[in-house]
């Protein structure tokens, strides 16, 4: 095995779609193919105004997001927070996050360590 992957974002499964969430959500995540064994990757594109419907914390994996493109605001906690292209943002394990996109759309990559399946929670509601 080569000690290198090199994946595109466009060539991998759009997961939104799978739950109805396309065309207003698209999110796709390599770590498979990139064979990622300590850290995660993701790319998410929302469309202009829409807001992910749920929220998720994670156990013990610390995401950080860039923001490539557009703007919008973050839900951490209970704090809503407003981000701009080029903004980083921490979030610790155990903080819950949600993004909604501004009049221009949001494009978020995001990086987790360490990466471990199951870490993940879902919340509905989280805008409630």
Known sequence: MSGYTIVNFDDVEDAAAAFGLAPDLDARFPKKQLGC?????????????????????????EELYVVVDGSGSVKLGDEVVPIRRW????????????????PDGLELVAFGAPYADGDAEMVQGWWD
């Open 87 to 102: 903004d980083v943002v921490r979030v610790a394990p155990g903080t819950g996050r949600a993004f909604e996109a501004g």
């Open 37 to 61: 064994e300590q850290t995660g990757v993701s790319r998410q594109r929302i469309a202009p105004g829409f807001r992910v419907p749920f929220g998720h914390t994670h156990k013990t994996q």
